[in-house]
């Protein structure tokens, strides 16, 4: 009798978890980006392969339990039919290739993020994370974004990169800000680097996530095909801000964006 | 190991197999440790390339008096295996006064080792060297390095030596045998290897 | 032999007086019971954590009952602030991983039944044996510490990432004394587990008795021994890993920090310090110590199963072990998954991608021979053995949420959302728990000489069984939408509308948590007023069986213990005891 509960318990549950994924009762958001299609196909393909391996097993599980309970004796025991040679094979050669086909197209959409080179046209913005905010640079009409002076940060006056325009020509023009703003279908390079501690730049939307390492300038680069507002959160733990870390990517049309620009330069 | 060792190690009678392979107990412990101790040097050493490497100045500041001092530490390291590894023989042939004479010379040069390189340490500290200090002004992480990768070998030796003259104390009062003194020797040979990794990585590496 | 006379004659003759035998004892059973009541306590210690933080998640201007008073300065007016649920967070997953789930099934269990399985008298280095206990026991108290310190526990996560981690009190609350403490208590955890692995190496290498051929080895018994070596080998990197990041912390030294950080409007003097280092040395370290709370989890379900199946695992001791041993050694090449997004590598991310994929064949291995040992059994559903399929259903899923983070494309979408915190919870938290009720119950009347109670042990299974499920696979589905972990309130703009989904799996854990004290109920009052235990209340065959229960001083009463047989000679009614004369029936 208990086996046969666990099996209905094993079943229902089963059931409901695929109902779950299968209504995406839980699921992604929108894509937005242009390598993101890869990647929700990774992800559909893996929900597929490994879901039919966790039905296949639960189920499995739940029927032996239900039809071997102790009978007292009256049913003759029984061996698994050829041993563990056919649970063996079967553990290499199926899981063996589901893990094949994963890693080989899997790593064609983590190459279309990492491995191909940025667009040299890319839109440049210079990303800071610190405790705890995020802000933005661009290099501004000289298309070069000026060095940076830890020494000289200043939340006070403003100044979060340490620039010095002073004596920086370059950084005279940069343009900071609290928000992400970039046109639509335009590659975007940004450059990463933290004030402090770990961080992580998480856009859902655009299916990126990138740490921020102190002591590193890490790349990352896209192209979002979609207008709209999209929330940046920090996902690496960073102390007691980290759970309110977070900043607004803007997607726009190009004009849009130029007005946008121009406006911040000139709150500079 | 004899059947009435085995005995007496699992408290009752028992009718062993005589396995082969079966290696004595205060020896395999010993393995064991060096097997773990030998993971952690080289969680420190992995941490020295990876800075190393990492790393745009780091400069190989150590000239020929450094080295020719590291070399006499290398020599009196390896001839205190010798006289462990004689006075192990001794042991074994039961020979208490040779086993005391190579016990002691083994002691005496693990001192000597101890002390020149606590002389060296000191002479870099008054140099300006430290845990984060590189008064050539190169990379900080060479003081972290050195010192705590020697700083580690050297409180194996230091301890090393500390449970010789226990075990010397313990062999003469008939507390101790050949197996403790063998197990001790294990150690020493340990000891003695990890230094023939710290010595080209830490000191021939940044020679000048 | 003059060491080996004192030495029998420590062992001969039982120990007296209170403290000889209860408190600074070196008999193996004592010690494997204190580690175990070390984790009961530890358990419940973790498991009042993450009340506070799942209520404090689902409700999160609520006045929690008591903890005002508890912590004035972290929970002003019993409302956790922001730093106080990341410390709670941080022990809660320290206490855990370390005092519960590596202390419990391995050194608990492992200490009293490993000698006894392998027909010995007591460990090979029993008065280490006692130290490595002793010194468990000051890193718990020090872990503990960190909460009654002004500042409070550290706030970095059981990973305590650098520079977080290194840079010390600037970086805020927790960051000083608490997080020394820590580093402190995970070094003495470290020398501990060095010492208990190089115990159960030697005492299963060299203390076999008469017959016991490494073939004839319980299977608990291979994974104690299987998992010492694992440990030997993470535990020996943990050590100086806690060192190098002391050095930073009070030595000055930047290991982990690089230059040009400004920390609460200071510029730090540190330079060229590489904070992927602590992450390289660390996960090192962190991949194999998940294999090493899993591992004895597979020893025990491997050991119980055929007693409650009564016949054989399919494939014999072969199969599982080799399993066993190929999941050990794997683990030790698979630490970069971790690290996907870190700013490593990308093309290291496919070279540790494969191995961590690789990993899923002996696993499944192993659940495969679990489930398909169930095929034609006569199957007896007691406490232990439901427990068993309890893990056996919970593996399955929490090792299939492995697969999508294997893979570096997928973990760039789910790396630190609550489907990680699923994953981990459901192979480590869950499965490895449920086998270390299943080992409780099974092993309960020969440690005690007592029997718990069935109906109590079944109700406890069914609650927890499905209570789990509600929480944690919720927990799982949820980080489908990239619901972000370690989070101590959910502010942001998508997680707001994911409260309510949160207050259900608050409830759920606290239901969950409420089934635990009829388990403590349970063995608190069996242990004295359960019905007397005979020697072999189940029908098994190993030796810990072929004694009293409890065992007497020296495991067996001065008998000759011979192996004739191996530890699955099962055939329904019917078995075979290991030290049995008679043939053998299962040809096992």
Redesign the interface.
């Known amino acids: 009798?208990?086996?046969k509960v666990?099996a209905v318990?094993?079943a229902i549950?089963t059931l409901v978890?695929a109902y779950?994924?299968i209504a995406h009762?839980?699921?992604?958001?929108v894509d937005v980006s242009v390598h993101g299609p890869?990647?929700d196909h990774?992800?559909e393909e893996?929900l597929f392969?490994?879901?039919i391996?966790?039905i296949a097993?639960?189920l499995?599980?739940a029927s032996?339990?239900f039809l071997?309970?102790?009978?007292k004796?009256a049913?003759k025991?029984?061996?698994?039919p050829g041993?563990?040679k056919s649970?063996?094979v079967?553990?290499?050669v199926v899981?063996?290739v589901?893990?094949l086909v994963?890693?080989f197209v899997?790593?064609k959409?983590?190459a279309s993020?990492?491995?191909t080179p940025p667009d040299p046209d890319s839109l440049r913005v210079d990303v800071q994370a610190?405790?705890f905010a995020f802000y933005f640079r661009y290099p501004g009409p000289d298309g070069k974004f000026g060095p940076l002076h830890?020494?000289l940060?200043n939340?006070t006056t403003q100044n979060y990169f340490?620039l010095d325009p002073e004596h920086d020509a370059d950084a005279k023009d940069d343009i900071v800000t609290a928000g992400l703003a970039i046109p639509v279908n335009k590659p975007v390079l940004l450059t990463l680097h933290s004030?402090?501690?770990?961080h992580?730049f998480?856009v859902?939307e655009l299916?990126?996530?990138?740490?921020?390492?102190?002591?590193?300038v890490?790349p990352i680069h896209f192209t979002a095909n979609q207008t709209g507002k999209f929330?940046i959160?920090c996902?690496?733990?960073?102390?007691?801000?980290?759970?309110?870390m977070?900043a607004y990517l803007e997607v726009m049309s190009q004009a849009d964006y130029d007005n946008w620009l121009k406006q911040q330069a000139a709150m500079q | 190991m004899s059947e009435s060792e085995l005995t007496m190690s699992t408290g009752h009678e028992v009718l062993m197999e005589a396995s082969p392979y079966r290696i004595e107990k205060k020896k395999l412990g010993m393995w064991i440790f060096i097997v773990s101790d030998a993971c952690t040097f080289a969680t420190f050493l992995f941490g020295y390339g990876y800075m190393r490497v990492g790393s745009q100045n780091w400069g190989t500041p150590f000239d020929f008096p450094t080295i020719l001092n590291g070399i006499i530490m290398t020599f009196v390291l390896l001839s205190s295996s010798l006289t462990m590894l004689a006075a192990v023989r001794a042991t074994q042939a039961g020979q208490k006064p040779s086993a005391n004479k190579w016990l002691g010379l083994t002691i005496t040069l693990g001192t000597v080792f101890a002390i020149l390189h606590l002389r060296e340490w000191f002479k870099m500290f008054g140099e300006g060297w430290g845990l984060f200090s590189n008064p050539t002004g190169g990379a900080v992480q060479f003081g972290a390095c050195f010192f705590s990768v020697t700083g580690l070998h050297l409180a194996h030796v230091i301890s090393g030596v500390i449970a010789l003259l226990i075990i010397t104390r313990g062999y003469n009062r008939g507390r101790y045998d050949t197996s403790h003194v063998e197990t001790a020797g294990l150690y020493w040979h340990f000891v003695d290897l990890v230094w023939m990794f710290v010595f080209p990585m830490m000191y021939l590496m940044n020679a000048r | 032999m003059h060491d080996m006379s004192a030495h029998a004659a420590a062992h001969h003759a039982p120990p007296s007086g209170f403290i000889r035998k209860y408190v600074f004892s070196v008999d193996h059973k004592v010690i494997g019971i204190q580690y175990t009541t070390l984790s009961l306590v530890a358990a419940f210690i973790g498991m009042a954590l993450s009340w506070v933080m799942r209520i404090h998640l689902g409700w999160p201007a609520a006045s929690i009952p008591f903890l005002g008073t508890l912590s004035p300065n972290g929970a002003p007016g019993g409302v956790p602030t922001p730093e106080y649920y990341l410390s709670l967070m941080t022990m809660h997953g320290t206490i855990m991983a370390f005092f519960v789930l590596t202390a419990a099934p391995m050194a608990g269990y492992g200490n009293f039944m490993l000698p006894i399985q392998v027909g010995a008298a007591d460990m090979a280095f029993p008065r280490l044996n006692m130290a490595s206990f002793w010194v468990t026991f000051v890193g718990f108290v020090l872990a503990c510490a960190t909460f009654i310190i002004p500042d409070g526990p550290p706030i970095s996560g059981w990973t305590a990432y650098a520079p977080l981690s290194a840079v010390g009190q600037v970086a805020g609350p927790g960051q000083g004394r608490g997080q020394d403490l820590w580093v402190l208590s995970i070094a003495l955890f470290c020398v501990a587990s060095l010492l208990g692995a190089l115990n159960f190496i030697v005492t299963t290498i060299d203390l076999r008795t008469k017959g016991m051929t490494l073939s004839r080895l319980p299977l608990s018994t291979w994974a104690w021994f299987i998992n010492a070596w694992v440990s030997l080998l993470a535990f020996a990197v943990l050590l100086p890993t806690g060192l190098l990041l002391l050095l930073d912390r009070v030595g000055g030294t930047s290991f982990f920090i690089p230059g040009g950080l400004v920390v609460n409007d200071k510029l730090l003097p540190h330079s060229g310090g590489s904070p992927l280092l602590f992450q390289h040395l660390f996960w090192f370290f962190g991949h194999p110590e998940v294999y090493i709370i899993i591992l004895p989890a597979f020893g025990i379900v491997a050991h119980l199963m055929p007693t409650f199946t009564r016949k054989p695992l399919v494939g014999g001791w072969k199969v599982i072990t080799f399993a066993m041993i190929a999941i050990g050694s794997l683990s030790f090449l698979v630490w970069g998954h971790h690290m996907f997004v870190s700013g490593m590598s990308p093309s290291m991310a496919m070279v540790f991608s494969v191995p961590t994929l690789i990993i899923t064949i002996p696993s499944v291995i192993g659940v495969l021979v679990f489930a398909f040992s169930l095929y034609g059994a006569n199957i007896r559903f007691t406490t232990p053995m439901l427990f068993c399929l309890g893990f056996i259903s919970l593996f399955i899923s929490g090792g299939i949420g492995g697969f999508f983070l294997a893979q570096p494309a997928v973990d760039s979408y789910l790396h630190a959302t609550s489907f990680v915190v699923g994953h981990f919870h459901f192979t480590m938290g869950l499965s490895a728990i449920f086998a270390t009720f299943a080992g409780f119950y099974y092993w309960f009347p020969k440690m005690w000489g007592r029997m718990m109670n069935e109906t109590l042990g079944k109700v406890h299974f069914w609650l927890s069984f499905v209570l789990v499920y509600c929480v944690f696979m919720t927990m799982h589905l949820m980080g489908l939408t990239g619901a972000v972990r370690r989070y101590s309130s959910y502010v942001a703009d998508f997680m707001v509308p994911q409260i309510p989904t949160n207050r259900f799996m608050t409830v759920a854990a606290l239901l969950l948590g409420a089934t635990q004290f009829i388990f403590l109920y349970n063995a608190i009052w069996s242990r004295f007023k359960g019905p007397k235990a005979a020697d072999n209340p189940w029908g098994a065959t190993t030796l810990e069986w072929d004694t009293t229960s409890p065992p007497p001083f020296d495991n067996f009463g001065g008998r000759q213990m011979t192996i004739h047989h191996g530890p699955m000679e099962y055939d329904a009614d019917a078995f075979v005891m290991q030290t049995s004369p008679e043939k053998s029936i299962a040809g096992t």
């Open positions: 009798m208990p086996g666990f318990v094993v549950i978890i779950c994924v009762v839980w699921w992604m958001p890869k990647i990774q992800i893996t392969g490994a879901g391996l966790f097993g639960q499995v599980l032996f339990a071997y309970g102790d009978s004796g049913r025991m029984k061996a698994f041993g563990a649970l063996i079967f553990a290499c899981v063996g589901e893990i994963l890693s899997g790593s959409a983590w993020v990492y491995f610190g405790q830890p020494e940060i939340e340490g004030k402090d501690m770990g992580s998480d859902r299916r990126i996530q990138q740490d921020f390492v102190p002591g590193i890490i929330e959160v996902t690496q733990l960073c102390g007691l801000g980290h759970y309110n977070k």
